[in-house]
């Protein structure tokens, strides 16, 4: 089991930046295929980025079309965490982010943390 907590989130104005983090204990977290998560309020959850590891001596990373070229997602081991840096943020990116590992593709993961609120005034 692994657990997964949030931060970062706040209020921004639009083409502010936010770096959300994802801090992990519990099960082994070392390059776990990890995912990032939106659900905006009365729509399904969504996926917005991924980053796995090829076994060998490269991540890999994956974005949802919205995101690409704005949102940068990556992984520090030594601290057990993965982060999301935002930048260029969009009035429709406002949503509750959530950490999510072992990540399988879009949303399909098996343990999620609580989430953290992302909001950005237009």
């Known amino acids: 089991q692994v657990q997964l907590v949030e931060s970062g989130g706040g209020l921004v104005q639009a083409g502010g930046s936010l770096r959300l983090s994802c801090a992990a204990s519990?099960?082994?977290?070392?390059?776990?295929?990890t995912g990032w998560i939106r659900q905006a309020p009365g729509k399904e959850r969504e996926f917005v980025a991924g980053i796995t590891w090829n076994g060998e001596s490269a991540y890999y990373q994956y974005y949802a079309d919205s995101v690409k070229g704005r949102f940068t997602i990556s992984r520090d081991n030594a601290k057990n965490s993965v982060y999301l840096q935002m930048n260029s943020l969009k009035p429709e990116d406002t949503a509750v982010y959530y950490c999510?590992?072992?990540?399988?593709?879009?949303?399909?993961?098996?343990?999620w943390g609580q989430g953290t609120q992302v909001t950005v005034s237009s």
């Open positions: 519990g099960r082994k977290f070392s390059n776990l295929p």
């Open positions: 999510a590992a072992p990540w399988r593709g879009g949303v399909d993961a098996d343990y």
